[in-house]
Protein backbone atom coordinates (compact mmCIF):
# COMPACT_ATOMS: atom_id res chain seq x y z
CA UNK A 1 0.00 0.00 0.00
CA UNK A 2 2.92 2.28 1.07
CA UNK A 3 4.14 1.63 -2.66
CA UNK A 4 1.56 2.84 -4.26
CA UNK A 5 1.37 6.13 -2.07
CA UNK A 6 4.42 6.47 -3.85
CA UNK A 7 3.95 5.75 -7.32
CA UNK A 8 1.44 8.16 -6.81
CA UNK A 9 3.61 10.84 -6.39
CA UNK A 10 4.09 11.91 -2.17
CA UNK A 11 2.86 15.55 -2.30
CA UNK A 12 -0.53 14.83 -4.41
CA UNK A 13 -0.85 11.46 -2.61
CA UNK A 14 -0.11 13.07 1.26
CA UNK A 15 -2.49 16.00 -0.04
CA UNK A 16 -5.28 13.47 -0.54
CA UNK A 17 -4.80 11.21 2.77
CA UNK A 18 -4.80 14.73 4.44
CA UNK A 19 -7.89 15.28 3.06
CA UNK A 20 -9.72 11.81 3.87
CA UNK A 21 -8.49 12.53 7.23
CA UNK A 22 -10.59 15.98 7.44
CA UNK A 23 -12.74 14.17 5.72
CA UNK A 24 -13.64 11.32 8.29
CA UNK A 25 -13.81 14.27 11.15
CA UNK A 26 -16.00 16.20 9.34
CA UNK A 27 -18.31 13.35 9.33
CA UNK A 28 -18.81 13.62 12.90
CA UNK A 29 -18.25 17.72 13.31
CA UNK A 30 -19.56 19.43 10.16
CA UNK A 31 -21.59 16.84 8.05
CA UNK A 32 -22.49 19.46 5.57
CA UNK A 33 -19.32 19.61 4.22
CA UNK A 34 -19.02 16.40 3.23
CA UNK A 35 -19.92 17.18 -0.78
CA UNK A 36 -17.26 20.05 -0.33
CA UNK A 37 -14.46 17.54 0.79
CA UNK A 38 -15.38 14.73 -1.43
CA UNK A 39 -15.27 17.30 -4.59
CA UNK A 40 -11.96 18.95 -3.43
CA UNK A 41 -10.21 15.44 -3.26
CA UNK A 42 -11.59 14.48 -6.70
CA UNK A 43 -10.34 17.87 -8.62
CA UNK A 44 -7.00 17.73 -6.49
CA UNK A 45 -6.52 14.15 -8.12
CA UNK A 46 -7.13 14.96 -11.21
CA UNK A 47 -4.85 17.30 -11.27
CA UNK A 48 -2.37 15.34 -9.93
CA UNK A 49 -2.30 12.91 -12.61
CA UNK A 50 -2.20 15.74 -15.18
CA UNK A 51 0.77 17.10 -13.59
CA UNK A 52 2.13 13.52 -13.96
CA UNK A 53 0.97 12.67 -16.95
CA UNK A 54 2.76 16.34 -18.32
CA UNK A 55 6.26 15.44 -16.21
CA UNK A 56 5.66 12.36 -17.77
CA UNK A 57 5.46 13.64 -21.34
CA UNK A 58 8.45 15.82 -20.69
CA UNK A 59 10.81 13.32 -20.15
CA UNK A 60 9.71 11.07 -23.45
CA UNK A 61 10.50 14.07 -25.24
CA UNK A 62 13.86 14.78 -23.64
CA UNK A 63 14.38 11.26 -24.24
CA UNK A 64 13.47 11.02 -27.45
CA UNK A 65 11.19 7.74 -27.39
CA UNK A 66 10.48 4.99 -24.15
CA UNK A 67 9.30 1.27 -24.94
CA UNK A 68 5.79 0.55 -24.84
CA UNK A 69 5.96 -1.33 -21.13
CA UNK A 70 7.86 2.06 -19.76
CA UNK A 71 4.88 4.14 -21.02
CA UNK A 72 2.18 1.88 -20.00
CA UNK A 73 4.18 1.54 -16.35
CA UNK A 74 4.28 5.58 -16.70
CA UNK A 75 0.39 5.79 -17.38
CA UNK A 76 -0.24 3.47 -14.56
CA UNK A 77 1.40 5.36 -11.76
CA UNK A 78 -0.38 8.52 -13.31
CA UNK A 79 -3.45 7.92 -12.72
CA UNK A 80 -2.77 7.12 -8.76
CA UNK A 81 -3.85 10.55 -7.46
CA UNK A 82 -7.20 10.09 -9.69
CA UNK A 83 -8.14 6.79 -8.36
CA UNK A 84 -7.68 8.13 -4.83
CA UNK A 85 -9.72 10.69 -4.99
CA UNK A 86 -12.38 9.28 -6.72
CA UNK A 87 -12.43 6.72 -3.84
CA UNK A 88 -12.66 10.01 -1.39
CA UNK A 89 -15.14 11.28 -3.56
CA UNK A 90 -17.36 8.22 -3.31
CA UNK A 91 -16.62 7.73 0.42
CA UNK A 92 -17.91 11.45 0.61
CA UNK A 93 -21.38 10.47 -1.06
CA UNK A 94 -21.31 6.93 0.98
CA UNK A 95 -20.99 9.24 4.22
CA UNK A 96 -23.92 11.49 3.28
CA UNK A 97 -26.04 8.80 2.47
CA UNK A 98 -24.99 7.25 5.99
CA UNK A 99 -25.49 10.49 7.52
CA UNK A 100 -29.51 11.20 6.27
CA UNK A 101 -30.46 7.69 6.66
CA UNK A 102 -29.42 8.55 10.67
CA UNK A 103 -31.20 10.93 10.80
CA UNK A 104 -34.72 10.37 8.89
Known amino acids: MLALFY?????????L???LFVLILA???FPTRLHLLGKLGLGLGVL???IGLYE???GIEKMGGVS????AGG???AL???LYGLVIYLLSLGLQIGKKKKFD
Open 68 to 71: QAML
Open 7 to 15: NGGPLFMGI
Open 48 to 50: GSL
Open 27 to 29: FFR
Open 75 to 77: LKN
Open 17 to 19: SLI
Open 80 to 82: LPT
Open 56 to 58: AFK
